[in-house]
């Protein structure tokens, strides 16, 4: 029972980070109206640039900052370079022009870190555990968890709270009203990535010390983010969390049992879910 | 015999109505027009006689079978078919292939769909040919559709409508966006269909409605409030009221 | 018309005798495979991103049945076929009832599930090490281990592939995919039940998608996990969108160019996955309309060129 309990924290933590990635991947697609195929590359990067810069720097806290915006910056890039100028060639081309970052970025970081997988601890402030009663759980997932929360908190507030957040929602719904009313449409595109790439990058960032890296992290999280997104909905950030807790959940459960399906699991349940309610969890088509 | 009723048919989007209890009746060979304001609910109403989506309350029967909830994609083969006040065409093709679509659909036969050559359907070559003809663009059967002018586009509107060889015809304001000149050719056109179909007409030009219809009804807000022959609802005040302030006569 | 197929039969002839036959033959089964992928992304619209579930499903399969029970090439391509609709039955009935983004996520998502069962089953699949072994047997006493036997054999599958494709979309279904991309709406309205006929291009497109994947596991006598991988479903579509997804030949140009462009590189660098994404990047960014797209508006500037010239 202890060991479940322990899992579902666990599902949890993972589960917020899912939430983060959705999330990230929900603002790129629902914005600019093509699925993100380097948003798991976008991860990967988060997480290889935080355990380079807190090995450089030697201070996690200061990594965890330059990171993400490392990534976001990234993410700038590629809209003004790249997805910006196939605008007009159409979906498909800005598409397959993510595919082709995604191969490039997952390649590089082979060259720079090399193909082994890495591990990197905690902070010493977080390392450890706490005692929750029914287990000793480590602290530093529960920072995740926390961290994820705030950030999804603060996503919201962007969202909900401020005028270029409101206009970013419209986006969502409808570009042609949003450009028709005046709004720079490009300068949308390019802030909805940016802040895609941040929250990628973040939770790359976050990530790290819990699972380790890997070069095939990203490709991993990219069908995970696409799960999240396909279930929550484009857009939604209640569906994201709502998404992303529970393949997370499942994913930590069913890994105590029988580990090798843990991650067939997320895909496994994204296909029951589908077959009952096509439309998603919460009924966008 | 009405052909085509409605019954108390109401469709609501969250808290907006908009079409509201709406009852009536469409005799089979007539052409009974729709007017009403914009927003009236006439587009909203033909969308649930379409089956685009089903209504919340009420009814719809044809030909003395209830249809009410059957998909947009059964429609056609029961023997309605529309067309759309904002042109809705297949623009990478032909106008023939643009009817041809039509006409095959509502085919007796789908034999073999997947292995023979489209020209081996001759009573869907043959439709598409008509319905083509019927609206006088015949010479341009090998055009492209976006090639071709605007008003010309609703002709074609118009004609995959036809080439399902329907026994009701809704159409939804076919002339939306036509010069003088294109309208009086469109009223032709539909003036020269009466008797061979029944057409449920939805228009704003009044002129139109007036020369042509057999019975109009008047939407306001979602509501029927007026029905009768053209000279009636001339005369009539609340008609009138509906339209101060909306389309002007 | 005829000038493509006069085209097409020199290329067959003359090829294997260019590159490797087992290039050669690569490069058909590859052209299999866009075909069925173009019924979807080209004639129907749908940017299906999840290919190779079908191509390597129908490969592990088939492969495994070659293997541990030696059935016979007929049997291996029946399965493959078979293999290949069924997945894309599966896999497309919860597809195609959502729209565009979805869609494309979704065949992806759907994509990783079997290659993490893949992954993940390694006594049947090995995993990532693949399944080796994979026999071509006998065919009425042809030897298929003789390369240029078998080269002859995918491209006489390819040129019927080719064949039941263009009576494919020149039928009325054909017709129907297209209206469905031109105006989904409407194909609705005039009385065709769109779900249910992506679900059929689907299968249509997956079961050409087997048919390539038992002749690629038979080519090389292995199924490599990256045969069910998002790599290749990527690769697949970035062949089609090169080749020009507008006609019946753009898989085929498509597939010339990337077989040539990633055997060039595969050879220059263990890397070289990178320099593929670099020449995806930029394929995609200066030669956007597709090869054939590109040759047809080189021809469009030369005949405006030599019409110019006549009139002086």
């Known amino acids: 029972m202890n060991l479940l309990l322990g899992q579902i924290l666990n599902g949890i933590a993972t589960g917020m980070l899912y939430a983060l990635m959705g999330l990230g991947l929900s603002l790129i697609t629902g914005v600019l109206n093509i699925p993100n195929f380097a948003h798991g590359a976008l991860f990967a990067v988060g997480a290889y640039l935080l355990v380079s810069s807190a090995n450089l720097v030697g201070n996690f806290w200061v990594a965890l900052l330059v990171a993400p915006l490392g990534v976001a910056l990234l993410g700038l890039i590629i809209e003004y370079a790249g997805v910006r100028r196939l605008y007009a060639a159409g979906h498909d081309y800005q598409l397959l022009f993510t595919f082709g970052l995604a191969l490039i970025l997952n390649e590089l970081i082979i060259v720079i870190w090399g193909p082994v997988g890495i591990s990197h601890l905690p902070p010493a402030i977080l390392r450890g555990g706490v005692d929750l009663g029914f287990t000793f759980y480590p602290k530093y997932r529960l920072f995740v968890m926390g961290m994820a929360g705030l950030l999804v908190l603060a996503t919201w507030l962007f969202l909900e709270k401020t005028r270029y957040g409101a206009i970013m929602r419209a986006g969502i719904e409808n570009k042609e009203m949003v450009s028709l009313l005046g709004i720079d449409i490009h300068r949308l595109f390019t802030v909805a990535f940016g802040i895609g790439a941040f929250l990628a990058g973040i939770a790359g960032a976050l990530t790290a010390p819990i699972r380790g890296l890997s070069p095939g992290m990203g490709v991993d999280m990219l069908g995970i983010a696409f799960v999240v997104v396909a279930l929550g909905g484009l857009g939604n950030l209640l569906g994201a969390i709502a998404a992303g807790l529970l393949i997370g959940i499942a994913q930590a459960v069913v890994a105590a049992y029988w580990t090798e399906a843990s991650t067939a699991v997320i895909f496994a349940v994204m296909a029951l879910v589908l077959l009952i309610r096509p439309q998603g969890m919460f009924g966008i088509r | 015999m009405a052909i085509l009723k409605t019954e108390n048919l109401s469709k609501s989007f969250g808290a907006l109505a908009a079409v509201k209890d709406v009852s009536l009746g469409i005799e089979a060979g007539s052409l009974h027009s729709i007017i009403g304001p914009n927003g009236a609910g006439k587009t909203t109403l033909f969308n649930l006689l379409t089956g685009t989506f089903p209504p919340t309350s009420g009814r719809i029967i044809f030909d003395q079978k209830d249809i009410t909830g059957t998909p947009a994609h059964r429609i056609a083969h029961l023997g309605l078919a529309r067309s759309y006040q904002r042109t809705s065409v297949f623009p990478a093709f032909s106008l023939f292939d643009n009817v041809w679509v039509a006409a095959f659909a509502c085919g007796s036969s789908w034999k073999g769909f997947l292995w023979k050559r489209t020209d081996g359907y001759p009573e869907a070559t043959e439709r598409a040919r008509q319905a083509l003809s019927d609206v006088g663009l015949e010479k341009k059967s090998h055009q492209l559709a976006r090639e071709i002018s605007h008003g010309e586009q609703r002709q074609l509107e118009l004609a995959i409508a036809l080439a399902a060889a329907p026994r009701v015809l809704l159409l939804d304001e076919p002339a939306a966006g036509l010069s003088p000149e294109e309208t009086r050719n469109m009223v032709a056109l539909v003036r020269g269909l009466k008797g061979r179909y029944t057409i449920v007409l939805i228009e704003h030009k009044i002129d139109i409605i007036m020369s042509v219809s057999d019975r109009i009804s008047v939407m306001h807000f979602g509501s029927l409030i007026a029905e009768g022959s053209p000279e009636e609802i001339q005369r009539n005040p609340e008609v009138r009221r509906a339209y101060l302030g909306g389309i002007a006569a | ?312």
């Open chain 3, 1 to 312: 018309m005829k000038k493509e197929t006069i085209v097409l039969l020199v290329s067959i002839i003359a090829l294997p005798f260019v590159v490797r036959p087992a290039i050669a033959t690569e490069i058909w089964i590859f052209a299999i495979f866009g075909l069925g992928l173009n019924l979807l992304l080209g004639y129907t619209g749908l940017l299906s991103f999840g290919q190779s579930t079908f191509f390597g499903s129908a490969a592990y399969v088939a492969g495994w049945l070659l293997k541990h029970y030696g059935i016979n090439v007929f049997f291996a391509l029946g399965i493959g076929v078979g293999v290949g609709a069924l997945s894309a039955l599966l896999v497309g009935y919860l597809c195609v009832q959502r729209s565009g983004l979805y869609f494309i996520m979704l065949t992806f998502a759907l994509n990783q599930l079997f290659y993490f069962i893949a992954y993940q089953w390694t006594t049947v699949t090995g995993g990532e090490d693949g399944m080796p072994g994979i026999p071509r047997p006998l065919f009425f006493g042809f030897d298929f281990r003789n390369p240029m036997l078998y080269y002859a054999f995918v491209s006489v599958l390819f040129l019927l592939s080719l064949w039941l494709m263009k009576r494919i979309v020149e039928s009325p279904l054909g017709r129907i995919l297209r209206a469905i991309r031109e105006n989904e709406v409407r194909a609705e309205a005039v009385g065709y039940h769109v779900p249910r006929f992506k679900l059929l291009a689907f299968v249509i497109g997956g079961a050409f998608s087997g048919l390539a994947g038992v002749l690629y596991a038979m080519l090389f006598g292995i199924v490599p996990l990256e045969a069910i991988s998002f790599v290749f479903s990527g690769n697949v579509v970035f062949a089609t969108l090169i080749g020009g997804s507008g006609s019946l030949y753009g898989p085929i140009i498509g597939s010339f160019v990337f077989i040539w462009l990633s055997e060039s590189m595969s050879v220059m660098w263990a890397r070289w996955p990178l320099l593929l994404g670099v020449a995806f990047v930029i394929v995609v960014l200066f030669f956007r309309g597709g090869v054939v797209e590109a040759w047809s508006r080189l021809g469009e500037k030369v005949r405006l060129w030599r019409s110019s010239r006549q009139k002086t």
